[in-house]
C-alpha cells in the first residue's frame, strides 16, 4: 500500500473581497452585538420594547 504524497508547495491565494470571508463575518457579528446592546439601552431608557416603539403592539 502506498504512502499519499504530499504537495511541496502550498498556493497562495488571495483573501476573497466580497462574499463570505472572515472579515466580512467579524465586521457583522460585532455590529450584531451592537444593535442589541442599543436595542437594551433603548428598552431600558424608554420602558417600552421594540414592537411597542414600531406599533406592532
Known amino acids: 500500500m502506498a504512502t499519499p504524497t ?3 508547495r502550498t498556493p497562495k ?3 476573497p473581497k466580497y462574499g463570505f470571508n472572515t472579515f ?3 465586521i457583522n457579528g460585532r455590529a450584531a452585538m451592537v444593535g442589541l446592546v ?3 439601552l433603548w428598552e431600558y431608557w424608554t420602558g417600552e420594547g421594540l414592537l411597542h416603539w414600531l406599533g406592532w403592539l
Request: proline letters at 8%; hydrophobic letters at 40%; zero cysteines.
Open 38 to 40: 442599543v436595542l437594551l
Open 24 to 26: 466580512a463575518e467579524r
Open 13 to 15: 491565494l488571495e483573501t
Open 6 to 8: 504530499e504537495p511541496s
